[in-house]
Nanobody, 127 residues
């Protein structure tokens, strides 16, 4: 089992920045990622990163968000800039320790490939 604890959500005006953090209880994660979900919407894969550092981004956030991880601290980050109202959602950290989500080109952004989930942190962007 892997426990994930997120922090860093909050409210910000459009154009602003936020940084999300997610600490994992174990170091066996192969892929880690951030997903988001708005009411009535499906969970969307925002960004993923493998233990090898290879990243994958949704088109909607590419160029604005940066995912990174510190393997020594078992922590993944999501630096969000130029935030838009459509970025408003609950953001979830996810991890996969079985390599189901892993591809050499980058971890997939499919929620069903990730076994472990955080409790979520709300991001609200006001225009």
């Amino acid at each position: 089992q892997v426990q994930l604890v997120e922090s860093g959500g909050g409210s910000v005006q459009a154009g602003g920045s936020l940084r999300l953090s997610c600490a994992a209880s174990r170091s066996t994660t192969v892929c880690m990622g951030w997903f988001r979900q708005s009411p009535g919407q499906e969970r969307e894969g925002v960004a993923t990163i493998g233990r090898d550092g290879i990243t994958s981004y949704a088109d909607s956030v590419r160029g604005r968000f940066i995912i990174s991880r510190d393997n020594a601290k078992n922590t993944v980050y999501l630096q969000m800039a130029s935030l838009k109202s459509e970025d408003t959602a609950m953001y979830y950290c996810a991890a996969d320790s079985s390599a189901r989500a892993y591809l050499s080109a980058g971890c997939v952004r499919s929620a069903d490939k990730f076994a472990y989930w955080g409790q979520g942190t709300q991001v609200t962007v006001s225009s």
